[in-house]
């Protein structure tokens, strides 16, 4: 199971849902995401078990990658990091629940993202965020992403309005 100083960052699981609900039943969660991803913690199970069968036969090509994020010292689950891509590329998105905000560790998870993605050899790497979410924003440009006027493939998670970043 990977690590860093203090992350743990784990293959999501069904095992997860009860305290990735927990992390994520706020209000805030789903600001800028066109509302909560999952309302109850059976729908969290839902969604989890879509992910684990991956993209679908007009999306073979694609992969879906899915951790959960959890904090080493007590083992409590902060939100999660993702990426969809296929060979060479991959976007990265990533949900944190708003009672851990300002201590780094959704900053800390998108590195490590960004590192494991680099040595599975996805270097053209992308990020759709709402143009309101500073907060999102500013973890992006944290790490080493650009805002860019045009993506030059389709990214997935792209709303219009949104703006689009690489490193």
Do not use: C
């Amino acid at each position: 199971m990977p690590t860093t100083d203090r992350l743990i960052i784990d293959p999501l699981r069904n095992e997860h849902a009860d305290g990735l609900f927990a992390a994520l039943n706020h209000e805030s969660v789903g600001a800028y995401i066109n509302g909560p991803a999952v309302t109850t913690i059976d729908a969290l199970h839902t969604w989890i078990d879509q992910l684990a069968l991956g993209p679908s036969n007009e999306l073979a090509e694609d992969h879906w990658w899915n951790w959960a994020v959890s904090r080493r010292a007590d083992g409590l689950i902060l939100g999660y990091i993702q990426a969809t891509g296929s060979a060479g590329w991959a976007e990265v998105a990533y949900v944190f629940g708003p009672t851990t905000e300002g201590h780094g560790y959704a900053t800390e998870a998108v590195r490590w993202l960004v590192a494991h993605l680099a040595d599975g050899g996805r270097h053209e790497l992308w990020a759709a965020i709402h143009r309101d979410n500073a907060a999102s924003i500013r973890l992006i440009e944290r790490i080493g992403f650009t805002r860019v006027a045009e993506a030059t493939r389709q990214v997935a998670s792209y709303d219009d309005g949104d703006l689009l970043f690489k490193p």
